[in-house]
């Protein structure tokens, strides 16, 4: 099956600092999302971006589906960026979401 | 527009006894899925529903779990009798059939 790999596993920032997450996936993968997982464990929708570029606020994402990535920007990280965050995408008309084993991020003051 | 609504937020029990947990999904999402996170690990899949037809049970230990979905809107998902293992925060979302999927709040299970 498809494998959705993310990278850099950890990640710890100074405030302010800007960083890059990356998501490969083994094949072509449809609906791609990012979460942000909080400390308190909810799962919040960053973006639906199956290709192309968008950005909310200090956060984009870009995916280029015919390379099989995805990256998710962070610019001047705030210590409420902290937490896990998780890529995952389906394959061909299958619903389930294929997830990556995720990136935590610490962000110190 | 209200989000995916999950009850309870946290639960313990102890091993041997049932749980049930509630999810109401968004207004107009077809499709429903029943997630478990083990701490340090992505969501796992436990069902999916597309109305009230089950999708995808695969990875459901149906000797314990057990989740309807009986009018197609709210569902919920059971377990009995709990072990230890199934220590984990169980997680619902909903999507309009084939598109982005929002996710509730969680419900955080301890099994002692």
């Known amino acids: 099956g498809i494998q959705v790999e993310q990278s850099p596993p950890d990640l710890i920032l100074q405030e302010g600092a800007n960083s890059t997450l990356r998501c490969n996936f083994s094949d072509s993968v449809n609906n791609l999302q990012w979460f942000h997982q909080n400390p308190w464990g909810q799962l919040i929708n960053l973006f639906y971006i199956p290709s192309g570029t968008k950005q909310n606020g200090r956060l984009s994402a870009t995916t280029v589906a015919t390379e099989r990535y995805s990256l998710l920007y962070i610019s001047s990280s705030q210590t409420t960026d902290s937490g896990v965050y998780f890529c995952a995408g389906n394959a061909g008309n299958n619903r389930k979401l294929i997830w990556g084993l995720g990136t935590s991020l610490a962000v110190n003051p | 527009e209200a989000g995916v609504a999950q009850s309870p937020r946290y639960k313990i029990i102890e091993k041997r006894q049932s749980v049930a947990f509630w999810c109401n999904p968004i207004?107009?999402?077809?499709?429903l899925y029943w997630y478990q996170q083990i701490l340090g690990q992505g969501p796992k899949l436990l069902i999916q529903?597309?109305?009230?037809?089950?999708?995808?049970d695969s990875q459901l230990p149906k000797d314990r779990f057990s989740a309807e979905r009986l009018k197609g809107v709210d569902s919920t998902l059971k377990i009995q009798p709990a072990k230890l293992e199934d220590s984990a925060v169980y997680l619902c979302?909903?999507?309009?059939?084939?598109?982005?999927?929002?996710f509730g709040p969680g419900t955080r299970l301890t099994v002692l």
């Open positions: 207004s107009g999402h077809a499709t």
């Open positions: 979302a909903s999507s309009q059939l084939l598109g982005e999927q929002f």
């Open positions: 529903f597309q109305n009230n037809g089950v999708v995808d």
